[in-house]
């Protein structure tokens, strides 16, 4: 160490300046390649697949209605409206708009969902008496899509 010190010492004020600019540069890139890029490649990483767990999750939860549900019909009792925006609200989505088409039908829009969760939210719906009679889907590209739902009542 004391030889380093000593060459170090050994040069004009130009190249110590520069000899230490040019540490300070090799420790940021150290610093920057061996632990900011990791952490945020790890961190992008959980990312996608907490997404994909949400989306796995609410297909799961869909499938498992589906079953407890197999050979029970029921009809709709009560107002479609508020059956639908009370099961939106509790499901977390935000319906943009929410329309009456005659007595037993509604068209129902919402701006952003996982498809997932929409499928699952679709058939605890079913569940409950309601059945989507069309359905339009509009792929946003970050993992969530628009909707455009027809809801039906199911007939005693």
């Known amino acids: 160490m004391t030889a380093l010190?000593?060459?170090f010492a050994a040069r004009s004020l130009r190249e110590r300046r520069l000899l230490l600019v040019a540490a300070a540069l090799a420790v940021v890139t150290v610093i920057w390649g061996g632990v900011v890029l990791p952490v945020r490649d790890a961190l992008s990483s959980t990312r996608e697949r907490h997404a994909g767990a949400v989306d796995r999750l609410g297909a799961t939860i869909a499938r498992v209605d589906l079953l407890k549900?197999?050979?029970?019909?029921p009809a709709l009792s009560g107002?479609?409206?508020a059956l639908v925006r009370a099961e939106a609200d509790e499901a977390g989505f935000a319906l943009a708009t929410i329309d009456a088409e005659g007595s037993d039908r509604v068209r129902a829009t919402i701006q952003s969902a996982r498809p997932g969760a929409l499928a699952g939210w679709l058939a605890k719906l079913e569940a409950r008496g309601v059945l989507v009679e069309a359905a339009t889907l509009t792929d946003h590209g970050d993992r969530t899509v628009g909707a455009v739902?027809?809801?039906k009542a199911r007939a005693a």
């Open 149 to 151: 739902l027809v809801l």
């Open 5 to 7: 010190r000593a060459w």
């Open 79 to 81: 107002d479609l409206i």
């Open 69 to 73: 549900r197999v050979g029970r019909r």
